[in-house]
């Protein structure tokens, strides 16, 4: 591994939210209960962040001038919040998420906040990433099916600089690999590790 530990400092959740930010939010929200009430078959691996938490993570890493630039990727997306939050602010931002009534969701969300994020119904985990089926024997609640991640979203995982993910608990380890064996140097994975908060590591 070549990553190193930024620390966000708590007080982070002081900071104000982004403009379009809350309603976002409760836009999305509203959107994740109505589904859930409809839904007769649940879908285990999907749970929600701290949005708000979130997108006050992503305003103190634009603060720190810690982006080597403009592009965001969210790793198993859900509703696609975070990669509204990131577009919100202008950011060049896509979603990837392998359960195909998420991705009509999200997209649904999108359009109708007229926010800009692309969502893209496929998994994150590219071919081919040596060591990965060791880890991926450890983990549980990620689908470690592998696809043709450049084709599915058009770019290489390595034209981006932030990426979001909200593992479960002791799944982070495989999100790493990924991000190590695949973004650029200087490119940052952002993790959402529940009570622990929001946590930053970045490739060097
Ligand atoms: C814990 S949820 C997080 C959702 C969203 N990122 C959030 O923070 O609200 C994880 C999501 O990853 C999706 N997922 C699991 N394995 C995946 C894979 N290999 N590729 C893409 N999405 C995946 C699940 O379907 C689920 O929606």
């Not at 959740?13 to 309603?23: C, P, Q, W």
């Not at 080597?68 to 997306?77: L, P, Q, S, T, V």
């Not at 195909?100 to 649904?108: G, K, P, T």
């Amino acid at each position: 591994m070549t990553l190193q530990t930024i620390d966000i400092p708590d007080s982070i959740n002081r900071l104000s939210y982004v403009e379009g930010a809350e309603h976002l939010i409760d836009t999305a929200n509203d959107a994740i209960e109505a589904f859930m009430l409809a839904d007769q078959t649940v879908i285990e691996n999907f749970v929600t962040c701290d949005f708000h938490l979130l997108d006050q993570a992503i305003t103190w890493i634009e603060q720190n001038h810690l982006l080597a630039g403009n592009r965001f990727c969210e790793f198993g997306a859900g509703f696609g919040v975070g990669a509204m939050l990131a577009a919100l602010r202008g950011m060049e931002s896509i979603g990837i998420e392998i359960e195909s009534r998420l991705v009509e969701q999200a997209n649904q969300v999108a359009e109708g906040l007229g926010n800009a994020a692309e969502f893209y119904c496929g998994s994150f985990v590219p071919r081919g990433v040596e060591g990965l089926t060791e880890i991926a024997a450890e983990v549980e609640n990620v689908s470690t099916e592998e696809d043709d991640v450049c084709e599915l979203i058009g770019r290489e995982l390595n034209e981006f600089d932030l990426f979001f993910a909200f593992p479960w608990p002791g799944e982070h380890g495989f999100f790493e690999a990924v991000f190590d064996a695949c973004a650029a140097n200087g490119a940052l994975l952002l993790t959402y590790r529940g009570r622990e908060g929001m946590n930053l590591v970045t490739k060097v």
